[in-house]
């Protein structure tokens, strides 16, 4: 049995899920299809590892879909200070940006849940969790999806939004150059005997990258990007705690762990090509980039923002024009991120080097002393 949509989204991520949402808001007859069969509207349990600091664009965008999570788990960053090897450091905040913000950080599965919520009162949007792709065929007209337990979806355009593993990459043909970094990132929660202030903080140590990101309450989550994750999720909870407060000089008092560390390898992806005949690629699928600046997923965000906004006027929404016109629009804004967050990697990982630190110590600091250039700089990391 065939099934007809306007649109099929492979990955019910975030950014997949912002996106079957925004379509299935214009009148969109949409299918989501997800790999897992978890019940992704329940789950707000525990506390989630996984946090992203959402930027002021990011936020209006899920705010549009009435799919911005509760406010009583989610931290605000309204001032960072950066903390370079040896003297440099830079201080900003939400006065430098224009901005109620600089973002918010807020956990993956309070995310989702919002989203999935949403997803489950929007008509248009057929969730099809535990589902798998199993076969892709396209034509002039449309792209034909088979799943794994034999039915088939078709629609004009198909979007693969199925992570940096992406199965609709591999199944389309696009090549993708992988750089690893050598690195993984480290992530956990801590309660904080000081309150945090609403401030992040990252330190640069030469051989890695630790950043303290505010949570609701006198809660932190952290990303250590570290050649030696092992050094970290080896410890026991209460050794983790005292590592993690110690690195950061103590500045909060003592921590408590409330989520045990968990290591993921960093890549910088970059596929030949973000659209194909019929479908195109959105967030991981179509980009990674080092989290040292967060934007990974808020790349994502803008990606499921710019192509249901193209759709939204559209009568053929996988016509190729309208396809080209989205790889197009996107490419700046992901090119300049990728490249500012490993041309960051290579500045703050560079040994060999004569002068290499004393270079990026004092450009820390004195873009910190100029004020003009401060402020476009924080404005452009935080999407405005």
């Known amino acids: 049995m065939t099934r007809h949509y306007d649109i099929i989204v492979v990955g019910g991520g975030l950014v997949g899920a912002s996106l079957a949402l925004a379509l299935g808001r214009q009148g ?14 329940d789950l707000r349990t525990g506390w989630d590892p996984r946090v992203y600091a959402v930027s002021p664009a990011n936020r209006a965008f899920l705010d549009s879909l009435s ?62 969790t535990g589902a798998r792709p199993a076969g892709l065929e396209r034509s002039e007209l449309k792209a034909a999806l088979t799943l794994d337990d034999g039915s088939v979806l078709e629609a004009p355009l198909l979007v693969g939004a199925d992570g940096a593993n992406s199965w ?83 500045e909060l008092g003592a921590f408590t762990t409330l989520t045990s560390a968990v290591a993921f390898p960093l ?31 808020n790349l994502g965000f803008q990606d499921a923002a710019t192509l249901a906004g193209l759709i939204g006027g559209a009568g053929d929404p996988g016509a190729w024009m309208l396809l080209r016109r989205y790889e197009r629009d996107r490419r700046e804004a992901v090119r300049t991120m990728q490249m500012a967050c490993d041309g960051l990697f290579t500045l703050f990982h560079g040994r060999d080097v004569p ?28 999407g405005f």
């Open 28 to 41: 969109r007859r949409v299918a989501l299809v997800e790999g897992q069969d978890a019940r992704f509207d």
């Open 267 to 297: 890549r910088l992806i970059r596929p030949d090509a973000t659209v194909s005949r019929r479908v195109a690629l959105a967030g991981d699928a179509a980009h990674t980039v080092h989290p040292l600046a967060g934007q990974g997923v």
């Open 355 to 382: 002068g290499l630190a004393w270079l990026r110590n004092t450009g820390l600091s004195l873009t910190n002393r100029l004020a003009p250039v401060k402020r476009q700089f924080v404005r452009h990391a935080i």
């Open 67 to 128: 799919a911005w999570p509760d406010m009583e788990r989610v931290g605000v960053i309204e001032a960072m200070r950066v903390r370079g090897d040896t003297h440099g450091l830079i201080e900003f905040d939400r006065h430098d940006a224009g901005s109620e913000a600089l973002a918010w950080i807020a956990e993956n599965r309070w995310m989702l849940a919002a989203l999935w919520r949403r997803l489950g009162e929007e008509p248009g949007v057929e969730r099809l």
């Open 168 to 250: 609709v990459r591999r199944e389309i043909g696009v090549e993708a150059s992988v750089k690893p970094y050598g690195q993984s990132g480290v992530v956990a929660n801590f309660e904080c005997e000081k309150h945090h202030g609403n401030i992040a903080r990252q330190w640069f140590f030469g051989d890695s990258v630790l950043a303290w990101l505010p949570m609701a309450g006198n809660r932190i989550s952290i990303v250590w990007s570290t050649f030696q994750p092992e050094r970290l999720t080896e410890l026991d909870d209460a050794e983790l705690a005292h590592v993690v407060a110690g690195a950061g000089g103590g």
